[in-house]
């Protein structure tokens, strides 16, 4: 299948590892353009040889800094003259329960998780040169069911999974389609330091396994399968939802 995604220029959040690079890969294997964002600037350079200068270019930045998602929408204006949509990835909060995490760290995440993701949004809709301009949020599966010790993440995930169902209402009418990602376990740096916390790591390591059917973690590269089919213009005919990629964990519809 022809996704049509050659020479569409996209903004990658968190793109130095994990399922932000993943998607990147994907998006310049089928042909785009991307703006990777990411605080490590020596991976994001590495990541722009990989892939190529004619196709890549890195923005060394932190989302909480208000002024990164404008930054990063100019860049990809000044450098490929478009800007068609954007993974907007935001990274995982601490791990902490409900009463034990602070109200400062509650602020932090809030800043980090939610405004951050929220900014980089409104920065794309205002710069976005496409008619049907696409705007894929990598939420969690927390979104939909707490999961255990990740007290800011069930909090705040929630909401920006209905606020992607409220974008979709006020945007899709111009052509904007917005979509929501829920990872469950994916083998990411994120994914084996949350391990590394429980007592025992390959005991809790196997016993997540088992609760998944298809009885393994996924791979960063098949949630970034998914999210370049749900950028491209190949899923025209998305928005709103909020699709979960997860080996079939969750239980519920």
């Not at 932190?62 to 954007?86: H, S, V």
């Not at 009463?99 to 980090?112: H, K």
């Not at 979709?168 to 389609?177: F, H, N, V």
């Not at 994914?191 to 809790?204: F, G, V």
Request: aromatic share 4%; glycine share 10%.
């Amino acid at each position: 299948m022809d996704l049509g995604l050659t020479d569409r220029a996209f903004l990658v959040t968190a793109a130095s590892s994990g399922l932000g690079r993943a998607t990147a890969d994907q998006l310049v294997a089928e042909g785009a353009r991307v703006v990777l964002v990411a605080r490590r600037a020596t991976i994001l350079a590495e990541a722009v040889s990989q892939m190529g200068p004619d196709r890549a270019v890195a923005l060394p930045a932190d989302l909480t800094d208000p002024k990164t998602a404008e930054t990063a929408c100019a860049l990809a204006l000044d450098t490929f003259g478009r800007l068609d949509g954007a993974l907007i990835s935001v990274g995982g909060p601490p791990a902490g329960s409900v009463l034990g995490t602070t109200e400062e760290q509650w602020r932090s995440a809030f800043d980090s998780v939610f405004l951050a993701a929220l900014r980089v949004c409104g920065a794309v809709i205002r710069h976005g040169t496409a008619n049907d301009l696409c705007i894929a949020w990598v939420l969690s599966t927390s979104a939909k069911a707490p999961v255990p010790g990740l007290a800011t993440s069930n909090g705040l995930r929630p909401g920006l999974a209905m606020l992607v169902k409220q974008l979709a209402d006020e945007l899709s009418p111009q052509g904007t389609r917005v979509i929501g990602l829920m990872p469950g376990a994916i083998e990411t740096e994120r994914a084996q330091y949350l391990n590394s916390l429980k007592d025992h790591p390959a005991a809790a390591r196997a016993s997540a396994e088992a609760a998944i059917p298809l009885r393994r973690y996924g791979q960063p590269e098949e949630f970034g399968r998914v999210a370049a089919f749900l950028l491209s213009p190949a899923a025209s005919y998305l928005t709103g939802s909020v699709i979960p990629v997860e080996g079939g964990a969750q239980r519920g519809l």
